[in-house]
C-alpha cells in the first residue's frame, strides 16, 4: 500500500469509539425533520449505491431519515453547485466523491472539499479496473486487448464517469502512454447508461470499481482483465496487476465521503458527526460496503482523516496536471 494511504489509516476501532445505545441521537433538539442528501450523480452508480446504504445505516441508528436528490451532471460539477446553493443549516447533506478534489485541483471548480465543505466521514476508498463482456470474442484478456487496441489505431472505445483532468483520465492516459495504443474515453455520469453501454456493445471496454459492478460480475456479464493496483488483491487472484504488465506508476484511487457547507452551528456539526459515523458502523452499512469490494482498502476517515486526505489527494492531482501541462509549474 502507498504512503498516501498508509498516512490516512488507522484502527478502526479507535476511530469510532461513540456509544451505539439507541435512540443515540434523535433525542437532540436537532433534527427536526428529515434530511436532505445532494448526490451528484446518477441513482445506478457508486455514488447512488453509496447513498442509499449510508441513508439507510443513519436513519437505522438515529431513526432519522434522509431524501436523496439527485443531481448527475458535469462529472459531479452540477450537483456541487446546486449543493452549494442551499442554506449551510445542517439539514443537506452533500455526497461526492475524489472529483471534487481534482476538479479543485484543475480550477474547475472553486469549492475546496476540505474548506468550503466540511467533511462528515469518507466512507469508501477503492480501486479501479477494467472490464470487458464476458462473451467478447475479439479479445480475452489484457494482452489480447492490448493487441487489439494498436489495431484499431484510436478507434477503441472505453466507458467510464470522466472529465479532463479526472481519476479516470489520469490513470487511462498513463495506460494508453506506456503501452502505446488509444482508448477513447467515453463519459457517462449515470451509471445504468455506462453500463448498458458495455453490456450492449456500444462500447469495447469499461473503467470502474469493482464494487460498482458486482452484480454484473456475480451475473458473468462482466470480467475484469486489469486491477490498477501492484498487487492481485485477494478477491481477484487470477486478474492481471500494474506489476504483471508492467505499470509503474502510483494509482489514483476513488473515494466516496458526506460532507456539510462551511458555517453549519457546531452542535448541528457535532450531531451530523456522530450520526455518519454511527451509521457507518451499523451492521446493514458494514455488510453493503464488504459485498462492494470496501473492505480491501482501509475505507474509513473522520472528519481530521478525510481532510487529511482530500489534502493530500489536491497536492497530488495539482502535481500531475503540472506534469501532464494543464498547469504552470
Same mark, same amino acid.
Given at each position: ?87 449551510? *443549516?445542517?439539514?443537506? @447533506? %452533500?455526497?461526492?466523491?475524489? !472529483?471534487?478534489?481534482? =476538479?479543485? /485541483?484543475?480550477?474547475? +471548480? ?110 458473468? *456479464?462482466?470480467?475484469? @482483465? %486489469?486491477?490498477?493496483?501492484? !498487487?492481485?488483491?485477494? =478477491?481477484? /487472484?487470477?486478474?492481471? +496487476? ?88
Amino acid at each position: 500500500m502507498s504512503n498516501f494511504f498508509k498516512a490516512g489509516s488507522f484502527a478502526l476501532g479507535a476511530v469510532l469509539g461513540v456509544s451505539l445505545a439507541t435512540p443515540a441521537l434523535a433525542a437532540d433538539k436537532f433534527p427536526k425533520r428529515p434530511l436532505s442528501m445532494v448526490v451528484p450523480y446518477g441513482p445506478g452508480g457508486g455514488s447512488g449505491q453509496v447513498s442509499r446504504a449510508m441513508a439507510q445505516g443513519v436513519t437505522e441508528a438515529t431513526g432519522v431519515s434522509i431524501k436523496l436528490v439527485y443531481k448527475p451532471g458535469g462529472s459531479g460539477l452540477v450537483g456541487l453547485k446546486s449543493y452549494m446553493a442551499l442554506p449551510a *443549516d445542517g439539514y443537506n @447533506i %452533500l455526497e461526492h466523491i475524489d !472529483d471534487a478534489s481534482s =476538479a479543485y /485541483a484543475s480550477g474547475q +471548480s472553486k469549492v475546496h472539499p476540505a474548506k468550503d465543505l466540511i467533511p462528515l466521514v469518507v466512507s469508501q476508498i477503492t480501486f479501479s479496473q477494467i472490464y470487458i463482456r464476458s462473451n467478447e470474442k475479439r479479445f480475452t484478456d489484457w494482452a489480447s486487448f492490448v493487441k487489439f487496441a494498436k489495431k484499431m489505431k484510436g478507434k477503441t472505445t472505453i466507458a467510464n464517469v470522466s472529465r479532463e483532468g479526472s481519476m479516470e483520465r489520469v490513470n487511462l492516459g498513463k495506460v494508453n502512454s506506456h503501452f502505446g495504443i488509444k482508448m477513447q474515453q467515453i463519459s457517462f455520469d449515470k451509471g445504468g447508461p455506462r453500463y448498458g453501454a458495455l453490456k450492449g456493445g456500444q462500447v469495447d471496454a469499461l473503467f470502474e470499481q469493482p464494487g460498482d459492478v458486482r452484480g454484473f460480475l456475480d451475473s458473468g *456479464d462482466f470480467k475484469p @482483465i %486489469l486491477t490498477l493496483l501492484n !498487487d492481485r488483491p485477494g =478477491a481477484f /487472484a487470477k486478474v492481471p +496487476s500494474m506489476k504483471d504488465v508492467g505499470l509503474k506508476f502510483t494509482p489514483l484511487m476513488r473515494f466516496r465521503g458526506f460532507y456539510v457547507k462551511k458555517g453549519v452551528k457546531k452542535s448541528r456539526l457535532e450531531w451530523l458527526k456522530k450520526a455518519f459515523t454511527k451509521g457507518f458502523k451499523t451492521k446493514s452499512y458494514q455488510t453493503f460496503n464488504e459485498k462492494k469490494y470496501m473492505n480491501l482498502i482501509p475505507s474509513y476517515r473522520d472528519t481530521k482523516g478525510a481532510k487529511k486526505l482530500i489534502n493530500d489527494t489536491i497536492e497530488i492531482y495539482k502535481n500531475v496536471y503540472k506534469d501532464m501541462g494543464l498547469m504552470k509549474k
